[in-house]
């Protein structure tokens, strides 16, 4: 039988691939070393054996809007939320990218932003950023120009850099974007400001949070943003109907009950952050400075493939991106418990020596 062609435009696109490799320390996809509290769980199974389940969920997540909505000082309708802050992107692209707009992203950043833009039909600009990584204005003003966005991207802290965007850079984007402003706050939590306060009802912007980070909630898919009720009423078109079961809206809404458990585990990885980044100062390695739970850097003795490699042959797993655009011989690494970091950097300066 004959396969069926996929569209056109679709034929050139890889998928998204994070390897799974069965490994003692996994430090390679930037989740939460940590379960949530104990008291979380405990409420979670409370709740959930309560369930009427031959009824379809809440359609508007109203009590999990509102919840959110309280953790940042906002109205529920400027809350949308969905399945992993990656559904939110696609929702958000569905809505105002696709077939003959265009979309911007400065590179490296978050693959899925291109990515998934270009799954709407949506062409991609991709920015340079300077060679520090850190954005450069006058290329933003460039594809502004050129591209027309209707999408711009930012993400601060950025992934894969680690590096924050500063507020003056975010307020001239949205100066020079002709578009929406989307800034991707999935580590936001980890950083010292957040463009949650520029949030209002005129400006076309929009910050995107996960709980699958912060949140130690990876395995519930549920991620939300912030932006205007206009913008939000859009989005509740277009998301499938009855998309968040009742089961996730629960967890969701018990987990910001934790806001003090989550703050101390956010304090504990960043000293273990800064813990790992002093160790690097005296190893053979370039770090970023990073606002995240993770690091970016380059082993500056040995090739980043073997580095990587050798950790994983001492049951250490770090994100390999040294095969990515832009991001020669460097590896990225997630801040682990202090057991785990230990372990990483124990394995690192035998690999390194
Ligand atoms: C992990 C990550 C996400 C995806 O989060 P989910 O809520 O798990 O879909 C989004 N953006 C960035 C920058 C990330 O690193």
Known sequence: MARIAVRDDLKALEGYHSPHVSVRVRLNTNESPTPPPAAWSDAFVAEVSRIEWHRYPDRAATEL?????????????????????????????????????????????????AHIARLTGATVIEGERNDDFTLDLAEARRVCE?????????????????????????????????????????????????????????????????????????GARLGYLVGPSWLVAELDKVILPYHLDTAKQIAGRLALRYVNEMQARIDLIVSERERIQSAFASMPVHSWPSGANFILFRPTSISGRDVWRRLVDRSVLVRDCSGWPRLENCLRVTVGTPEENDAFLAALQEVLA
């Open 65 to 113: 809007r509102a919840a959110i909505a309280t953790l940042h000082g906002v109205d529920s309708n400027q809350v949308f939320v969905a399945n992993g802050s990656n559904e939110v992107l696609q929702t958000l692209l569905l809505a105002y990218a696709g077939p003959g707009r265009t979309v911007a992203t400065f590179e490296p950043t978050y693959q899925l932003h």
């Open 146 to 218: 050129t591209g027309n966005p209707i999408i711009t991207f930012l993400c601060s802290p950025n992934n894969p850099t680690g590096l924050v965007e500063p507020e003056s850079n975010v307020r001239e984007v949205m100066a020079m974007a002709p578009g929406l402003v989307v800034v991707d706050e999935a580590y936001g939590q980890f950083a010292d400001w957040t463009a949650l306060d520029l949030i209002d009802e005129e400006t076309p912007l929009v910050v995107s949070r996960t709980f699958s980070k912060t949140w130690s909630m990876a």
